[in-house]
């Protein structure tokens, strides 16, 4: 497809606007569309991936008022209201209080991944390794589900198993 | 220890060596980490912060490093002198324009600096010249090591180090390299850099950062995913996959050049070189763009034995004040120490007072002139 605009090159650049329920399409080069000041996005600035992403979360009712912006982090005295006006949370705990309207925007944040696989603090008791450790097993193995991979899913429940059964003790 | 110790000279990591430095000018890599026991800073009163701020300065002043170490006060410190540390790549806008109690510790090698109370209470960040991002995690992370053993962080099982923002949950690491890509931007293939830096998930930032535009043709890589993926993996995945394809990718457009566009790019350089050894005034961003073009003709000529008029011309300028012999010696450390000793923070600091911006374009040009008529 040729450029509109120069006539002449590739167009590489393909636009989709819909306004008033009209919709224009725009097919552009580089050179050009970089010249029409339509340069791609490289990345979504952090700020506007979250408050689209809580913005999409459940509507306010005709009071003006969802059941999920009512709760108050008894540590912080933070609402979800609060962290969509100011983009960072108010304590660690708010990752447990809020933990169900974040985890949509962890995910999309990091790629699907909602358990942590890196450093552990040495200072760390023990038993929290062990917990990790479950996590993370438990994690690769409803990914294995997802993909249908059904031998990996046999191995990731036993060796989840073991692992249960030794925490248990 | 007074910011003018260090203004008149350039830091380590911009030295212009190390491995793949005619490219990847440095590479970085910053924790997040936050105080178990503490609010975020966002809802802790200015008493708390100054509770945080106290104990982490102590733990950090005491810390063997193998480099001194000096505290900067940064809700207490001039705002020239903040600004000089952003230029400096030692602070974020963020800290040196942000709400209470708040310091940076920082190494006198410049390699390291500790930001507290930035949006996190503890920000730590290892700098090193060209591609050396494994060192940085090593370092870093043995430096995150011993502050652990003194004061316990807000970690979860399951979701890793936790941070104010959940986008830097997890390993709360962000790694990342500052690219030097003037044959990209010449030959117009700038935007597919972007593109494919942006499907790989990737964010492309300008010289200093979030919200600055990409002047002198540098460009800062870094990863966003902190989830669900090791420290090892991200910067292994930098190292052995990403750079050594930009970096590629840089080369080929550099050959490109030479081989189909000797005398545009010929014709660059020399423009570059007219401006700079005769301009009265010159303004930062023209100074960047400029020195960028010089920064290409010199590499080009150690890497690529790129031997155009122009080329030959550079490469008989100037004079370093180093080895012996007068003329000819203009490196590569020369082009960075102006980039960094022209940028406006730079100037006023080393000159002693504030200037309005004709005064500083006026001596930012005399400083340029004076490097390179020798």
């Known amino acids: 497809m040729q450029c ?16 008033d329920g009209v919709r224009t399409e725009t097919h552009l080069c580089e050179q050009c569309a970089r010249e029409q000041g339509v340069a791609a996005k490289s990345y979504i600035p952090l700020n506007e991936l979250l408050s ?43 990752y447990e209080v809020f933990e169900k309207e974040l985890l949509p925007l962890i995910k999309k944040a990091h ?14 008791p023990r038993d929290k390794h062990k917990q990790m450790q479950i996590a993370r097993l438990q994690q690769q193995l409803d990914d294995a589900v997802r993909k249908e991979d059904y031998e990996l899913a046999a191995k990731l429940r036993d060796k989840l198993a073991g692992n249960q059964k030794t925490e248990d003790r | 220890m ?36 503490y609010k975020f800073l966002a809802a802790c009163t200015v008493a708390e912060k100054s509770e945080i701020l106290r104990k982490l300065k102590d733990i950090l002043m005491g810390l063997n490093l193998g480099d001194e170490v000096f505290y900067i006060g940064v809700d207490k410190t001039p705002v ?70 003194r004061i316990g962080y807000a970690f979860s099982p399951k979701y890793g180090y936790l941070t104010a923002c959940p986008t830097n949950l997890g390993t709360g690491v962000r790694v990342s390299v500052m690219l030097h890509l003037p044959a990209l931007k010449m030959t117009g293939h700038i935007e597919k850099f972007l593109n494919a830096a942006k499907s790989l998930g990737l964010a492309v930032r300008g010289l200093f950062g979030e919200g600055t535009d990409a ?82 003709g010199l590499n080009m000529h150690k890497h690529q034995g790129a031997s155009t008029p122009a080329i030959e011309q550079l490469c008989s300028l100037g004079s370093d004040g180093g080895d012996a012999g ?23 600091l080393n000159y002693g007072k504030e200037l309005d911006s004709t005064h500083r374009d006026a001596l930012r040009a005399k400083i340029i002139r004076s490097a390179l008529n020798g």
């Open chain 1, 4 to 19: 509109e605009v120069c006539q002449s090159r590739e167009a590489t650049i393909h636009l989709t606007e819909i306004s």
């Open chain 1, 52 to 94: 689209n992403l809580l913005n999409a979360g459940p509507k306010e009712d005709a009071a003006g008022k969802s059941a999920e912006s009512d709760t108050v982090c008894p540590h912080c005295g933070y609402t979800l209201n609060k962290f969509r006006d100011k983009a960072v949370l108010g304590c660690p705990y708010d």
């Open chain 1, 111 to 124: 790629d699907g991944s909602t358990v942590h696989s890196g450093k552990i603090p040495s200072r760390m």
């Open chain 2, 2 to 37: 007074k910011l003018t110790e260090i203004s008149g000279n350039i830091n380590e990591w911009f030295n212009g060596e190390g491995p793949l430095g005619d490219v990847v000018v440095s590479s970085r890599v910053r924790l997040a980490r936050n105080l178990a026991g």
């Open chain 2, 80 to 149: 020239l002198e903040r600004r000089f540390l952003v230029e400096r790549h030692l602070i974020s806008q963020h800290h040196a324009f942000g709400k209470g109690p708040r310091g940076a510790v920082i190494a006198r090698r410049e390699f390291f600096t500790a930001m507290i109370n930035e949006e996190d209470h503890l920000r730590l960040q290892v700098l090193k010249a060209g591609c050396q991002l494994r060192e940085c995690f090593e370092q870093i992370d043995r430096i995150d090591d011993m502050i652990e053993e």
């Open chain 2, 215 to 296: 002047a002198g043709d540098f460009y800062q890589l870094s990863n966003q995913i902190t989830l669900g993926v090791s420290e090892k993996d991200i910067v292994s995945r930098f190292e052995k996959a990403i750079i050594p394809e930009i970096v590629e990718y840089e080369h080929v457009a550099r050959d490109r050049l030479l081989a189909k566009e000797a005398g545009v790019l010929d014709d660059k350089i020399s423009r570059a070189m007219a401006l700079l050894k005769n301009a009265n005034l010159i303004s930062s961003q023209e100074a960047l763009f400029l020195l960028s073009h010089i920064r290409l």
């Open chain 2, 326 to 348: 007068g003329k000819g010696r203009i490196s590569i450390a020369t082009v960075n120490r102006l980039f960094m000793l022209t940028l406006p923070a730079h100037l006023q």
